[in-house]
């Protein structure tokens, strides 16, 4: 039995519905009673408090407050606990993990999302599973004593993703996640391995905890597609209230080379927009040097987001819009690899 002490974190989604015995819905399951529920937990904590958001809300509901409160509760309760699990709904998860990466800083103790396609109160649920190791790898400490995962990350359907490498990419199945651009952080079978050479470990393990809440979401996303037109290219790029739009690009970062696209990505630009490259393939790099058309974006003016998944590109614009009101400053700093977000 290890000594760890574990805080369970429930905001809502289907990991959490159970089957009411009297008339057979799916009605919220109260997580003070987990260790009861689950007992095989107990072999992994000597501790397991549990906090229930109120309202629960299903994760298509999120929005940038839901970040804040859990930012907030995770620096307050930060040095009673050796980690935290979060329950989250599926369908927002990689936005929320991607967040929370650059929320909080100076981190040194896991913070592991999870859900389940299947509520925990269903016969044939994923939910028991992921809960199972989300808190078997959030109490794991190394042969120091340190966390195992001092990151924040989604487990899920057997497979531990660094938070904001991780995408939603199947409405059914079990691995509903996928980690496209960089190397699963551990993968649990008849055991745990951990890919402990991809775990971002910090530089000072006995460091405070710092949160960043302030969020600036004037951010918009851009998907490219044959047809579009320049009054929608114009509405997305050329707004007045929106600082950044991610241009969601073809392949390597390519898009139209027609001279009305360009002319107006160059107004935005002119107008100090941060205007953020990333490709609508699932995995892969943008690269705006292999053709005309990607350099002629850069030229334009155009911030190369690499690898990044657009929900991370999303979470680090807010987080860094929120710290700084100088458009150029997070322009540079998007180009640079905060916490393990792009491969750079
Ligand atoms: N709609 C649900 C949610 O994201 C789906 C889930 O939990 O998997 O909250």
Not at 181 to 194: C, D, H, K
């Amino acid at each position: 039995m290890t000594q760890s002490s574990l805080l369970l974190i429930y905001t809502g989604g289907t990991i959490g519905m159970k089957q009411d015995a009297a008339d057979q819905t799916l009605k919220p399951f109260d997580f003070s009673q987990i260790v009861e529920e689950v007992p095989e937990i107990r072999k992994f904590a000597a501790k397991i408090d549990s906090w229930t958001f109120d309202p629960l809300i299903d994760s298509s509901d999120v929005e940038p407050g839901m970040w804040q409160a859990l930012a907030r509760l995770i620096q307050e309760k930060y040095d009673s606990y050796d980690g935290f699990v979060i329950l989250h709904g599926t369908d927002t998860m990689a936005y929320s993990a991607s967040a929370l990466s650059f929320m909080l800083d100076g981190l040194t103790k896991p913070v592991i999302f999870t859900g389940s396609q299947l509520p925990i109160g269903v016969p044939r649920t994923d939910g028991r599973e992921n809960l199972i190791s989300s808190i078997e790898i959030a109490s794991a400490k190394d042969g120091e004593g340190h966390a195992m995962v001092p990151e924040v990350c989604i487990f899920f359907g057997s497979q531990l993703i660094r938070g904001n490498r991780s995408i939603k990419a199947n409405a059914e199945a079990f691995k509903a996640f996928q980690s496209p651009n960089y190397p699963l952080l551990a993968e649990s079978g008849i055991n745990i391995r951990y890919n402990t050479e991809c775990i971002r470990k910090p530089l000072d393990w006995y460091q405070n905890i710092s949160i960043n809440t302030r969020l600036d979401t004037r951010v918009s996303i851009l998907k490219l597609h044959p047809g579009i037109t320049p009054e929608a290219v114009r509405y997305f790029l050329c707004d007045q209230v929106t600082r950044a739009v991610i241009i969601e690009t073809y392949g390597a970062g390519n898009a139209p080379s027609a001279r009305w696209f360009t002319e107006i990505v160059r107004e935005a630009a002119g107008m100090g927009k941060v205007l953020v490259n990333v490709t609508q393939c699932t995995s892969g790099t943008v690269d705006m040097d292999l053709y005309a058309c990607g350099k002629g974006l850069e030229k334009a003016g155009v911030t190369n987001g690499y690898d990044s998944t657009t929900e991370s590109a999303l979470a680090k614009l807010f987080y860094l819009l929120g710290k700084s009101g100088d458009n150029e400053w997070v322009k540079d700093m998007m180009k640079r690899n905060l916490k393990g977000e792009i491969s750079k």
